[in-house]
C-alpha cells in the first residue's frame, strides 16, 4: 500500500523516493527547440513543489530554478476572463476535448471559429481578445492579477522569451486571422497575438508556480487570506476543463496514469491540483511525442499512485 498523505514525514518521504525512482530512469524526449530560446534551457533540469492549502510546501530538484511556463499560464487568462465575463465565455468557446495537436487548424472550419476548449491555442486567443476587450491595460493589469493571486509582486514576463516565441508563430498568426474571418476575433489579431505571447512567456519556478495554483485547490479562495478569485462553481469547472484538456491529445493519458486535473505547458512545467489538498508543480524541460514533460509525466503518475491522491 502507498505511503499516506498528508503525513508531512510522509509526504516528503514520498517526493524524494519518487524523485530518486525516475531520475534513475532515462530522460527521453527533447526541450521545444521550435522557440529558439527555450532550446537554451538546461535539458537535464528536474524540479518540483508541493504546496498543501494549509500553507506547507515540499520541494526536490531544482524547485527554486525559474522557467517559462507557457501554455500552463491559459488557466490564469481562463481563469481571469471567467471571472469578469461569468457563463457569457461560453458563446465563444467549448469545453470539450480536441484530440488534435494543440496548434491544429483543422477543427476551426468545422466549428465556425469555435475552438473546442480554451487550453489549445485557437481557444487561448480568444480568451486573449476578450481581455483585451474588457481591459484598459491587458498586459499590466493580467500581471497584476497573477501576482495577487501568487502573493508575490515580482512575477513577471520575460520579453526575451516572447520575442523569441514571436519571431516563429507562423502557426498561431494563422490560427489568430482565421478565427477573425469567423468574426470570433474582435480587436486587431496582431494585438491579441502580442497579448497571447506575452502571457505565455511568464516565468516562475516550480515553488511559484504551485503557490500560485493553490486558488483552484481550495475552491477559488487564496490560502492565506481566503480572498475569492473564482467561485465554487467556477474553480469546479476550471478543475474539469484542466482534467479533460490540460495535456492536448494526451488527456485521456494524464487522466488515466495520473488522476488529477493538470496543465501543461512547452517549456517542461506541469501544474496538477488535488482538490481540497494541494497543488504540485514539476518541471521538466525533455518533452515526449505529445509534447509534454517526459519526467514531469512520469514523476505524476508515480506520485500519486504511491500516495494514493489521484480524485478517482
Given at each position: 500500500?502507498?505511503i499516506q498523505y498528508?503525513?508531512?514525514m510522509s509526504c516528503?518521504?514520498?517526493?524524494?523516493?519518487?524523485?530518486e525512482i525516475?531520475k534513475?530512469?532515462?530522460?527521453?524526449?527533447?526541450p521545444?527547440s521550435?522557440?529558439?530560446?527555450?532550446?537554451h534551457v538546461?535539458?537535464?533540469?528536474?524540479g518540483l513543489?508541493?504546496s498543501?492549502?494549509?500553507?506547507?510546501?515540499y520541494c526536490?530538484?531544482?524547485?527554486?530554478?525559474?522557467f517559462?511556463?507557457?501554455?500552463?499560464?491559459k488557466?490564469?487568462?481562463?481563469?481571469m476572463a471567467?471571472?469578469?465575463?461569468?457563463?457569457?465565455?461560453w458563446?465563444?468557446i467549448?469545453?470539450?476535448p480536441?484530440?488534435?495537436?494543440?496548434?491544429?487548424?483543422v477543427q476551426?472550419?468545422?466549428d465556425?471559429?469555435?475552438?473546442?476548449?480554451p487550453?489549445i491555442?485557437a481557444?487561448?486567443l480568444v480568451?486573449?481578445?476578450?481581455?483585451?476587450?474588457e481591459?484598459?491595460?491587458?498586459?499590466?493589469?493580467?500581471?497584476?492579477f497573477?501576482?495577487d493571486i501568487?502573493d508575490?509582486?515580482?512575477l513577471?514576463?520575460?520579453?526575451?522569451i516572447?520575442?523569441?516565441?514571436?519571431s516563429v508563430?507562423?502557426?498561431?498568426m494563422?490560427?489568430?486571422?482565421?478565427?477573425?474571418?469567423?468574426?470570433?476575433?474582435?480587436?486587431?489579431?496582431?494585438?491579441v497575438l502580442d497579448?497571447?505571447v506575452?502571457l505565455?512567456s511568464?516565468?516562475?519556478?516550480?515553488?511559484?508556480l504551485?503557490?500560485?495554483?493553490?486558488?483552484l485547490?481550495n475552491?477559488g479562495?487564496?490560502?492565506?487570506?481566503n480572498?475569492?478569485?473564482l467561485?465554487l462553481?467556477?474553480?469546479?469547472?476550471i478543475n474539469?476543463?484542466?482534467?479533460t484538456?490540460?495535456?492536448?491529445d494526451?488527456?485521456g493519458?494524464?487522466?488515466y496514469?495520473v488522476?488529477l486535473?493538470g496543465k501543461?505547458?512547452?517549456?517542461?512545467?506541469?501544474i496538477?491540483?488535488s482538490?481540497?489538498?494541494y497543488?504540485?508543480?514539476?518541471w521538466?524541460?525533455?518533452?515526449?511525442a505529445?509534447?509534454n514533460s517526459?519526467r514531469?509525466m512520469?514523476?505524476?503518475?508515480?506520485?500519486?499512485t504511491?500516495t494514493a491522491?489521484s480524485?478517482?
Open positions: 500500500m502507498g498528508p503525513e508531512k516528503q518521504k514520498s517526493i524524494d523516493t519518487v524523485f525516475i534513475e530512469k532515462d530522460d527521453l524526449g527533447a521545444a521550435y522557440i529558439p530560446e527555450l532550446a538546461n535539458p537535464d533540469s528536474f513543489c508541493l498543501t492549502i494549509d500553507n506547507k510546501q526536490q530538484g531544482d524547485a527554486q530554478e525559474k517559462s511556463i507557457q501554455s500552463i499560464a488557466v490564469l487568462s481562463l481563469s471567467y471571472k469578469m465575463l461569468g457563463a457569457k465565455i458563446e465563444r467549448g469545453v470539450e480536441s484530440g488534435s495537436p494543440f496548434n491544429s487548424l476551426l472550419e468545422a465556425k471559429g469555435i475552438p473546442r476548449n487550453f491555442n481557444g487561448a480568451i486573449c481578445d476578450m481581455l483585451i476587450s481591459l484598459k491595460d491587458p498586459q499590466v493589469e493580467f500581471l497584476n497573477v501576482r501568487a508575490n509582486p515580482q513577471d514576463y520575460s520579453p526575451k516572447a520575442e523569441s516565441e514571436k508563430g507562423y502557426r498561431n494563422a490560427l489568430c486571422y482565421f478565427i477573425k474571418s469567423f468574426g470570433n476575433i474582435k480587436n486587431d489579431p496582431q494585438d497579448f497571447y506575452l505565455c511568464i516565468e516562475m519556478t516550480c515553488v511559484e504551485s503557490q500560485t495554483f493553490l486558488f485547490a475552491e479562495r487564496k490560502t492565506n487570506d480572498k475569492e478569485v467561485t462553481s467556477q474553480a469546479k469547472r474539469a476543463i484542466m482534467q484538456c490540460g495535456f492536448y494526451e488527456s493519458e494524464f487522466a496514469e488522476g486535473p501543461s505547458g512547452v517549456g517542461g512545467g506541469i496538477a491540483i482538490p481540497k489538498k497543488s504540485i508543480a514539476v521538466s524541460p525533455r518533452l515526449n505529445k509534447g517526459y514531469g512520469k514523476f505524476l503518475e508515480l506520485f500519486t504511491e491522491s480524485i478517482f
